[in-house]
């Protein structure tokens, strides 16, 4: 199917439904492949766990050719992102969150992710600034497009109150959660810890602003110091489950499983960016109860009730943490000289010193 060309079928469908005629089913998608690899990986994670060879097989054979031809077809070499293309071979050229999809799929190389982050997300003109994440780059002329008010005007203004929904920035610019969710997720599976942990912060920050207005809102105005998205839709559209998805990311900074990389078993904590001291207790995972403090100069791990772990003269974020009868294994990423104590089950605790960086631990 062309994008001249809609069978009559297609046609009454749109209309009975909504109503969208536009044709949209000639474009090789980043976001869908992505999610489409990952829905390939976790089965085969799953299987190798069960023990189903074939499973995992034929899960993981998945995995490599979608991984294979989304790097080979959907990177703009000369734009240096990924980019969705029509069929005919043509690139789409917005610029949406959808170009970092690849990194929570894990699909993206490791010199295309760093390309991703550092020339893009942490661009103040295209992705970043207090306020992340735009669902249309900032300076894409599609950015916020729509309205009779440009939105580099001292005039622009998002929503202020009901019913002036006159442009179409929910999808032109509006910070989702779902999308800052996706993006965090990549930008932490590759290992950007201090660039995930602000992410994090912002998008709590985000979230926090609108709590003080007992607002829960579908989607956020990216501009800051604007009010938040007003009751463009239904007194609903202020009160949206998925917003508290915004707050989360903070918490999943402190502790949370390890779906990705190493042991499946193993935990991650700590953080490198987020601000201040916080911790959180009585988080469940792997049957026990945890609870984190993580600071600039100290990081705690309690494990039912009892110290297991702790990191003093630095910030660090431990990856892979398997604590074991006599010791522990884990990664660390310190942000500088960070002295390491691990209390096992039995036995003495066992010390160890690490640098800056990354760095294997096993004691």
Same mark, same amino acid.
């Given at each position: 199917?062309? !994008?001249?060309?809609? #069978?009559?079928?297609?046609?009454?469908? =749109?209309?009975? $439904?909504? $109503?969208?005629?536009?044709?949209?089913?000639?474009?090789?998608?980043?976001?869908?492949?992505?999610?489409?690899?990952? @829905?390939?990986?976790?089965?085969?994670?799953?299987?190798?766990?069960?023990?189903? =060879?074939?499973?995992?097989?034929?899960?993981?054979? !998945?995995?490599?050719?979608?991984?294979?031809?989304?790097?080979?077809? *959907?990177?703009?070499?000369?734009?240096? @992102?990924?980019?969705?293309?029509?069929?005919?071979?043509?690139?789409?050229?917005?610029?949406?969150?959808?170009?970092?999809?690849?990194?929570?799929?894990?699909?993206?190389?490791?010199? !295309?992710?760093?390309?991703?982050?550092?020339?893009?997300?942490?661009?103040?003109?295209?992705?970043?600034?207090?306020?992340?994440? #735009?669902?249309?780059?900032?300076?894409?002329?599609?950015?916020?497009?729509?309205?009779?008010?440009?939105?580099?005007?001292?005039?622009?203004?998002?929503?202020?109150?009901?019913?002036?929904?006159?442009?179409?920035?929910?999808?032109?610019?509006?910070?989702?959660?779902? @999308?800052?969710?996706?993006?965090?997720?990549?930008?932490?599976?590759?290992?950007?810890?201090?660039?995930?942990?602000? &992410?994090?912060?912002?998008?709590?920050? @985000?979230?926090? %602003?609108?709590? %003080? =207005?007992?607002? &829960?809102?579908?989607?956020?105005?990216?501009?800051?110091?604007?009010?938040?998205?007003?009751?463009?839709?239904?007194?609903?559209?202020?009160?949206?489950?998925?917003?508290?998805?915004?707050?989360?990311?903070?918490?999943?900074?402190?502790?949370?499983?390890?779906?990705?990389?190493? %042991?499946?078993?193993?935990?991650?904590?700590?953080?490198?960016?987020?601000?201040?001291?916080?911790?959180?207790?009585?988080?469940? *995972?792997?049957?026990?109860?945890?609870?984190?403090?993580? $600071?600039?100069?100290?990081?705690?791990? /309690?494990?039912?009730?009892? /110290?297991?772990?702790?990191?003093?003269?630095?910030?660090?974020?431990?990856?892979?943490? *398997?604590?074991?009868?006599?010791?522990?294994? &884990?990664?660390?990423?310190?942000?500088?000289?960070?002295?390491?104590? /691990?209390?096992?089950?039995?036995?003495?605790?066992?010390?160890?010193?690490?640098?800056? $960086?990354?760095?294997?631990?096993?004691?």
């Amino acid at each position: 199917m062309n !994008r001249t060309s809609t #069978p009559r079928w297609c046609i009454w469908a =749109k209309k009975r $439904g909504s $109503g969208d005629l536009r044709d949209n089913t000639d474009l090789t998608d980043v976001a869908l492949n992505s999610y489409y690899a990952l @829905m390939a990986e976790t089965p085969a994670r799953m299987a190798r766990v069960l023990g189903e =060879k074939a499973d995992a097989a034929r899960f993981t054979a !998945r995995y490599e050719t979608i991984r294979r031809l989304l790097n080979e077809r *959907l990177w703009h070499p000369r734009r240096r @992102m990924y980019l969705s293309r029509y069929l005919d071979g043509t690139w789409n050229e917005v610029v949406t969150p959808t170009v970092f999809y690849p990194l929570f799929a894990g699909i993206a190389t490791r010199e !295309r992710a760093k390309i991703l982050v550092r020339e893009h997300l942490l661009d103040p003109e295209k992705f970043w600034g207090e306020y992340v994440i #735009p669902s249309v780059a900032r300076n894409d002329p599609a950015y916020c497009s729509g309205g009779p008010v440009n939105p580099r005007s001292e005039h622009y203004r998002f929503f202020d109150r009901y019913g002036e929904n006159n442009a179409a920035e929910q999808w032109k610019g509006a910070a989702w959660p779902p @999308m800052n969710v996706t993006v965090y997720d990549g930008v932490k599976r590759y290992g950007f810890d201090d660039v995930a942990g602000e &992410f994090a912060a912002r998008s709590t920050a @985000m979230y926090l %602003d609108a709590w %003080d =207005k007992d607002w &829960f809102p579908e989607s956020f105005d990216p501009e800051p110091g604007q009010p938040i998205m007003d009751s463009a839709v239904d007194t609903a559209w202020r009160t949206y489950s998925w917003a508290n998805s915004m707050a989360v990311q903070s918490l999943h900074e402190l502790i949370s499983d390890n779906p990705w990389d190493g %042991d499946p078993s193993g935990i991650v904590f700590g953080t490198l960016s987020l601000p201040g001291t916080n911790s959180i207790d009585n988080v469940r *995972l792997r049957g026990h109860t945890y609870s984190v403090s993580a $600071g600039p100069k100290r990081t705690t791990l /309690v494990r039912d009730g009892r /110290v297991v772990f702790r990191a003093n003269g630095a910030r660090v974020t431990v990856r892979d943490f *398997l604590l074991h009868r006599a010791g522990a294994s &884990f990664e660390v990423n310190a942000d500088g000289r960070a002295h390491i104590e /691990v209390f096992p089950e039995r036995g003495r605790p066992r010390r160890t010193e690490v640098p800056a $960086g990354r760095t294997r631990v096993r004691l």
